[in-house]
């Protein structure tokens, strides 16, 4: 394959794999039950695994295709799973009965979340017109959308996958931006966020022994009283 043709097969790529990050992160809004709330996040982090693959397929890097694999397996397959054996532990609660706000709301904020991504993002890509650089919006966006999810829904699982985009979308930044970061740093944040991880789903099982119901704001009403 000619030079041209394996840049633009590059390129293309890695449009992918950031749209497939993106729209993940939009159909987490999207859904309210959260057993297919975590099915997208799987996605998600899939989605994130291919997207520093092809930076290493780009790059032509060892070191980058093993923190890919390693992002997969933690952000694809370990972190889901922890999030299922979280939800398992809380009961029969499988919905986000109570947003604050709703689906179609939700959606709507979500694109204003996204032009302002793009919006902010122009002297960066203007700065750097490199594919990598140019896919920055998307990595800025998911972290908007992670925030947003983080603060507008009341389920504890929901709430720690809002946490788990944000995460996501600034290690998908970090890789962006710098076309790649060492494999030492890769693996410290990543035993930071299974450490809250585990201590979230430790402090959801509490919850639920205690009071029943890891919906947060009824605890709110519990302070309240």
Same mark, same amino acid.
């Given at each position: 394959?000619?030079?041209? *043709?394996a =840049?633009?097969?590059? %390129?293309? /790529?890695?449009? !992918?794999?950031a +749209?497939? #990050? @993106?729209?993940?992160a939009? &159909?987490?809004?999207?859904?309210r039950?959260?057993?297919?709330v975590?099915?997208?996040?799987t996605?998600?982090?899939?989605?994130?695994g291919?997207?520093?693959g092809?930076? *290493?397929? =780009?790059?032509?890097? %060892?070191? /980058?295709?093993? !923190?890919a694999? +390693?992002? #997969? @397996?933690?952000?694809?397959? &370990?972190?889901p799973w922890?999030?299922?054996r979280?939800?398992?532990?809380v009961?029969?609660?499988?919905?986000?009965?109570?947003p604050?706000?709703?689906?179609?709301?939700?959606?709507? =904020?979500?694109?204003?979340l996204? /032009?302002?991504?793009?919006?902010?993002?122009?002297? @960066?890509?203007?700065l750097d017109?490199?594919?990598?650089?140019?896919?920055?919006?998307?990595?800025?966006?998911v972290v908007l959308?992670g925030?947003?999810v983080?603060?507008?829904?009341?389920?504890?699982i929901?709430?720690?996958?809002?946490?788990?985009?944000?995460?996501n979308?600034?290690?998908?930044?970090?890789?962006?931006?710098?076309?790649?970061?060492?494999?030492?740093v890769?693996v410290?944040?990543?035993?930071?966020?299974?450490?809250?991880?585990?201590?979230l789903?430790?402090?959801?099982?509490?919850?639920?022994?205690?009071?029943?119901?890891?919906?947060?704001?009824e605890?709110?009403?519990?302070r309240d009283?």
């Open positions: 394959m000619s030079p041209p *043709a =840049a633009l097969l590059d %390129v293309a /790529l890695l449009d !992918v794999a +749209g497939a #990050l @993106l729209l993940t939009v &159909l987490v809004v999207w859904r039950d959260l057993p297919a975590l099915q997208i996040f996605a998600h982090g899939v989605a994130l291919a997207l520093v092809v930076l *290493a397929w =780009a790059q032509r890097s %060892v070191e /980058l295709a093993l !923190v694999i +390693g992002v #997969l @397996l933690v952000r694809g397959m &370990l972190l922890l999030l299922r979280a939800l398992a532990s009961g029969p609660a499988r919905r986000e009965l109570r604050v706000i709703n689906v179609a709301a939700s959606l709507l =904020a979500v694109a204003g996204v /032009l302002l991504a793009f919006a902010v993002s122009v002297p @960066l890509v203007e017109g490199s594919p990598a650089t140019h896919a920055m919006p998307v990595a800025i966006a959308i925030l947003m983080l603060v507008t829904r009341r389920h504890a929901s709430q720690l996958v809002g946490f788990l985009l944000v995460d979308g600034i290690t998908a930044a970090g890789f962006l931006a710098t076309t790649g970061i060492g494999l030492v890769e410290g944040v990543a035993l930071d966020v299974l450490l809250v991880v585990l201590v789903h430790v402090l959801a099982g509490r919850i639920r022994t205690m009071f029943g119901e890891v919906d947060l704001g605890l709110h009403e519990l009283r």
